[in-house]
T-cell receptor, first 110, second 116 residues
Framework: QQQVKQSPQSLIVQKGGIPIINCAYENTAFDYFPWYQQFPGKGPALLIAIRPDVSEKKEGRFTISFNKSAKQFSLHIMDSQPGDSATYFC?????????FGSGTKLNVKP | DGGITQSPKYLFRKEGQNVTLSCEQNLNHDAMYWYRQDPGQGLRLIYYSQIVNDFQKGDIAEGYSVSREKKESFPLTVTSAQKNPTAFYLCASMGGQGARGNTEAFFGQGTRLTVV
C-alpha cells in the first residue's frame, strides 16, 4: 500500500505555464515533506521541502502548498522552462524513513 | 567533493547469478538506504542501515542482502532468489541527526541492472 499518493503520472505544459503536482498522505506521524527532481539516468536531487507547521514555502520559481487538515501538499512551478522537464517525486518522512510518491514526469514544451 | 558514489553504472546479470552493487559515501552520514525504482512505481525501500553492523529490511527485501561493515560503505547483493531484478537501483544517505530524524536524502547516480 502506497503511503504517499502522487498525481498526475505525467504532465505536459507550454513554456511559461504553471504545472501543479499533487500528493496526499494518511500517516499523521509524517513530519517533513520534501520534493525531489530527477533527470533521466540520474539520482533524485532535493528541490524544496516543507514542515507541516507551514502552509506555504517558496524557493525561486518553486512553491510548496501544504494543507495539514486535508493531508495534501502540492508543488507549483512558476514560469516553467524546458530545462524543468524531469520527473518529480514527493516524499514524506516518518522519523528515519522516507516514503516516496510514484513520480510525475513533466514535459515543458518550448 | 562530498557525495555518494554508486558503481557500476550499468550491470548485466545472467539468470541464477548473484551480483553486488557498490555504494560509498564520504558525507559522514550514519544512515544509508537502498531503493529500487521501476517505471510508474516510484522509489521502494529495499534495506536501510542506521548504524554500522546493523540494518533492517524495507518493504521489498526478499531476494536482496546487504552488509554494513564500514560507515562509508553499504553494498547491495541481488541474489538469484530475486525473480525480477531488472530495475534502476538507488543508494541514499541521510544526515541531520536529532530528535526529528534525518532531514535530507542524498542520492547516488544509480545502477541500472538488467537480466540477460
Amino acid at each position: 500500500q502506497q503511503q504517499v499518493k502522487q498525481s498526475p503520472q505525467s504532465l505536459i505544459v507550454q513554456k511559461g505555464g504553471i504545472p501543479i503536482i499533487n500528493c496526499a498522505y494518511e500517516n499523521t506521524a509524517f513530519d517533513y515533506f520534501p520534493w525531489y527532481q530527477q533527470f533521466p539516468g540520474k539520482g533524485p536531487a532535493l528541490l524544496i521541502a516543507i514542515r507541516p507547521d507551514v502552509s506555504e514555502k517558496k524557493e525561486g520559481r518553486f512553491t510548496i502548498s501544504f494543507n495539514k487538515s486535508a493531508k495534501q501538499f502540492s508543488l507549483h512551478i512558476m514560469d516553467s522552462q524546458p530545462g524543468d522537464s524531469a520527473t518529480y517525486f514527493c516524499a514524506a518522512r516518518d522519523f528515519n524513513k522516507f516514503y516516496f510518491g510514484s513520480g510525475t514526469k513533466l514535459n515543458v514544451k518550448p | 567533493d562530498g557525495g555518494i558514489t554508486q558503481s557500476p553504472k550499468y550491470l548485466f546479470r545472467k539468470e541464477g547469478q548473484n551480483v553486488t552493487l557498490s555504494c560509498e559515501q564520504n558525507l559522514n552520514h550514519d544512515a544509508m538506504y537502498w531503493y529500487r525504482q521501476d517505471p510508474g512505481q516510484g522509489l521502494r525501500l529495499i534495506y536501510y542501515s542506521q548504524i554500522v553492523n546493523d540494518f533492517q529490511k524495507g518493504d521489498i527485501a526478499e531476494g536482496y542482502s546487504v552488509s554494513r561493515e564500514k560507515k562509508e560503505s553499504f553494498p547491495l547483493t541481488v541474489t538469484s532468489a530475486q525473480k525480477n531484478p531488472t530495475a534502476f537501483y538507488l543508494c541514499a544517505s541521510m544526515g541531520g541527526q536529532g530528535a526529528r530524524g534525518n532531514t535530507e536524502a542524498f542520492f547516488g547516480q544509480g545502477t541500472r541492472l538488467t537480466v540477460v
